[in-house]
C-alpha cells in the first residue's frame, strides 16, 4: 500500500472511530484475516474498545501486516478447536480479559461452540458478539437460543460490493491458476454450489467468460432464482457432479463429502470460497486415494482410474492473489465498528441484531467523502 493510501485509510478510520466510540469502552477480542490493508482497521478497533487479542485466521495472514499490528497488540493463534472446548474458551478469555466487559468481533462463528459457556462462566461479561460472513451468521442463527445479543453484518447492504468483487476475485485466481497449467476455463463445464451472494456472482462471472454454468442449491427458492436468471438447475446435485469438469463450493456450509469426490469426473477442479474445513470432508476420502503437487497451488488426488485436482488445498482460492476487494471492504469494517458502539449502549436482548440504518448511512457519506474520487 503506498503512502499516501494508508494515510487516507487512517484518515478514513480515524473519522469512524470518533463517529462511532462509545463512551464506555469494552474489551474485545478480534478474529479477522491478516491482510496486507488490515492494520488500519484494527487500530480502529483499539480506538472504539481495549483490544485485548487478536486472532489472524489461519491461512490468510501476510506477516507485513501481522508483524505491525504486534507491535501495538497480542496476536494469538486461532483455530476452531480453541473455542470448540467450552473449558478451554473460558480459561483463555480469562488470561486475556478476566473480569471485563467483552464484545467479541468475529469472522466465521469461532465463538459459536462455546458461547454459552463463555456467557455463563466468564469472571466478566460478554456484551456480544459482531459476525462478518454469511457462514457465521448461520452458525448463530441456527441456534434454538443465543445467550446474547449478536450483531450481524453478513447481510447488510454495505456488504454487497465485497461480495460481488469477492466472486470476482475467485474466478479470477481459478482462472489464473488453470491457465497456470496450461488450461483453459472454456470448454469445461462448471457447478456453483450454493447461490447465495457469493455464489450467484460467482455464476454471473463465470457465464460472462463464456462457460456453460449449472447451480445447485438445497434451497429451492434459490433454485428458482438462479432459473429465472437464465443458469441451468441441476435437478441432483449428484448427477451435476459427475458432469462438472469445474466445482466451485460456495454454501459457507459443508458441499463436499469424502464420498462425493470419486463422483467427480476425471481431471475435474474443485475451489471454494471459504475453509477447507468449513466446505470440504477430505479426510473422508475413501483409502487409496494419494495426493501429489500438479503445479503451484494445485493438488492432484488419484487413485486406480480417477482422479481430480484441489486448488489452494481447499482453502479460499482468492487468497492466493490477495482477496483483495479493493477500498470497498472499509464499508462492512466501518460497520463492525459502529456495532461495537450498538452493544455497548445494551437495551439489545439476546438475538440477532443489524446495525441501525442510519449509522450505514453515515458510514457511507463518510466512505464516500474519502473514496469517491470524481
Not at 485485548?52 to 501486516?65: C, F, G, I, T, W
Not at 508483524?67 to 473460558?90: H, K, M
Given at each position: 500500500?503506498e503512502?499516501?493510501?494508508?494515510a487516507?485509510?487512517?484518515?478514513?478510520?480515524?473519522?469512524?472511530?470518533r463517529?462511532?466510540?462509545p463512551?464506555d469502552?469494552?474489551?474485545?477480542?478480534?478474529?479477522?484475516?491478516?491482510?496486507p490493508?488490515?492494520p488500519?482497521?484494527?487500530n480502529?478497533?483499539?480506538?472504539?474498545?481495549?483490544?485485548?487479542?487478536v486472532l489472524p485466521k489461519?491461512r490468510?495472514v501476510?506477516?507485513s501486516a501481522?508483524?505491525?499490528?504486534e507491535?501495538?497488540?497480542?496476536?494469538?493463534?486461532l483455530?476452531?478447536?480453541?473455542f470448540a472446548?467450552?473449558d478451554?474458551?473460558?480459561?483463555?478469555?480469562?488470561?486475556?480479559?478476566?473480569?471485563e466487559?467483552?464484545?467479541?468481533?468475529d469472522v466465521?462463528?469461532?465463538?459459536?461452540?462455546s458461547?454459552?459457556?463463555?456467557?455463563?462462566?466468564f469472571?466478566?461479561?460478554?456484551?456480544g458478539?459482531?459476525?462478518?460472513?454469511e457462514n457465521?451468521h448461520?452458525?448463530?442463527t441456527?441456534r434454538?437460543?443465543?445467550?446474547?445479543?449478536?450483531?450481524?453484518?453478513?447481510?447488510?447492504p454495505l456488504?454487497?460490493?465485497?461480495?460481488?468483487?469477492?466472486?470476482?476475485?475467485?474466478?479470477?485466481?481459478?482462472e489464473?491458476?488453470?491457465r497456470?497449467?496450461?488450461?483453459i476455463?472454456?470448454?469445461?463445464?462448471a457447478?456453483?454450489?450454493?447461490f447465495g451472494k457469493?455464489?450467484?456472482?460467482i455464476a454471473?462471472?463465470l457465464h460472462a467468460?463464456?462457460?456453460?454454468?449449472?447451480?445447485?442449491?438445497?434451497?429451492?427458492v434459490?433454485?428458482?432464482?438462479?432459473?429465472s436468471?437464465?443458469?441451468?438447475?441441476?435437478r441432483?446435485?449428484d448427477?451435476?457432479?459427475?458432469?462438472?469438469?469445474?466445482?466451485?463450493?460456495?454454501t459457507?456450509s459443508?458441499?463436499?463429502?469424502?464420498?462425493?469426490?470419486?463422483?467427480?469426473?476425471?481431471?475435474?477442479?474443485?475451489?471454494?470460497?471459504?475453509?477447507?474445513e468449513?466446505?470440504?470432508e477430505?479426510?473422508?476420502?475413501?483409502?487409496?486415494?494419494?495426493?501429489?503437487?500438479?503445479?503451484?497451488?494445485?493438488?492432484?488426488?488419484?487413485t486406480?482410474?480417477?482422479?481430480?485436482?484441489?486448488?489452494?488445498?481447499?482453502e479460499?482460492?482468492?487468497f492466493?492473489?490477495?482477496?483483495?476487494?479493493?477500498?470497498f471492504?472499509?464499508?462492512?469494517?466501518a460497520?463492525?465498528i459502529?456495532?461495537?458502539?450498538?452493544?455497548?449502549?445494551g437495551?439489545?436482548?439476546?438475538?440477532?441484531?443489524?446495525?441501525?440504518?442510519?449509522?450505514?448511512s453515515?458510514?457511507?457519506?463518510?466512505?464516500?467523502?474519502y473514496?469517491?474520487?470524481?
Amino acid at each position: 500500500m503506498e503512502t499516501s493510501e494508508r494515510a487516507r485509510l487512517d484518515a478514513y478510520f480515524a473519522r469512524v472511530a470518533r463517529e462511532f466510540a462509545p463512551p464506555d469502552l469494552p474489551s474485545s477480542l478480534l478474529v479477522t484475516h491478516m491482510l496486507p490493508e488490515r492494520p488500519a482497521f484494527v487500530n480502529a478497533v483499539g480506538k472504539v474498545s481495549r483490544l485485548r487479542a487478536v486472532l489472524p485466521k489461519p491461512r490468510s495472514v501476510h506477516m507485513s501486516a501481522r508483524r505491525e499490528v504486534e507491535q501495538a497488540y497480542a496476536v494469538d493463534e486461532l483455530s476452531r478447536g480453541l473455542f470448540a472446548d467450552a473449558d478451554a474458551a473460558v480459561t483463555y478469555l480469562e488470561t486475556r480479559a478476566a473480569g471485563e466487559d467483552v464484545v467479541l468481533l468475529d469472522v466465521g462463528g469461532y465463538f459459536a461452540p462455546s458461547l454459552d459457556a463463555l456467557c455463563e462462566r466468564f469472571s466478566g461479561k460478554i456484551l456480544g458478539v459482531v459476525e462478518d460472513t454469511e457462514n457465521g451468521h448461520k452458525r448463530y442463527t441456527e441456534r434454538d437460543k443465543l445467550p446474547c445479543p449478536v450483531m450481524s453484518v453478513a447481510r447488510s447492504p454495505l456488504k454487497d460490493p465485497e461480495d460481488f468483487l469477492v466472486g470476482q476475485s475467485v474466478v479470477f485466481s481459478t482462472e489464473a491458476l488453470l491457465r497456470g497449467r496450461g488450461d483453459i476455463l472454456h470448454g469445461r463445464p462448471a457447478l456453483v454450489l450454493g447461490f447465495g451472494k457469493l455464489g450467484s456472482s460467482i455464476a454471473r462471472l463465470l457465464h460472462a467468460k463464456g462457460v456453460h454454468v449449472t447451480v445447485y442449491d438445497i434451497d429451492p427458492v434459490r433454485r428458482a432464482q438462479a432459473l429465472s436468471q437464465g443458469f441451468s438447475v441441476a435437478r441432483n446435485r449428484d448427477d451435476a457432479l459427475k458432469n462438472a469438469g469445474l466445482v466451485l463450493c460456495a454454501t459457507g456450509s459443508l458441499s463436499l463429502r469424502g464420498e462425493d469426490f470419486p463422483e467427480l469426473r476425471n481431471g475435474a477442479y474443485v475451489a471454494t470460497v471459504t475453509s477447507s474445513e468449513d466446505e470440504l470432508e477430505l479426510e473422508g476420502l475413501p483409502d487409496g486415494y494419494t495426493r501429489n503437487s500438479a503445479g503451484e497451488h494445485v493438488t492432484r488426488y488419484s487413485t486406480t482410474g480417477h482422479y481430480f485436482y484441489l486448488l489452494n488445498g481447499g482453502e479460499a482460492v482468492n487468497f492466493i492473489h490477495g482477496a483483495s476487494v479493493g477500498p470497498f471492504i472499509f464499508l462492512v469494517q466501518a460497520e463492525i465498528i459502529a456495532a461495537v458502539r450498538a452493544l455497548v449502549r445494551g437495551g439489545l436482548d439476546a438475538a440477532p441484531h443489524e446495525v441501525p440504518a442510519a449509522d450505514r448511512s453515515t458510514i457511507a457519506a463518510t466512505w464516500l467523502h474519502y473514496y469517491n474520487n470524481r
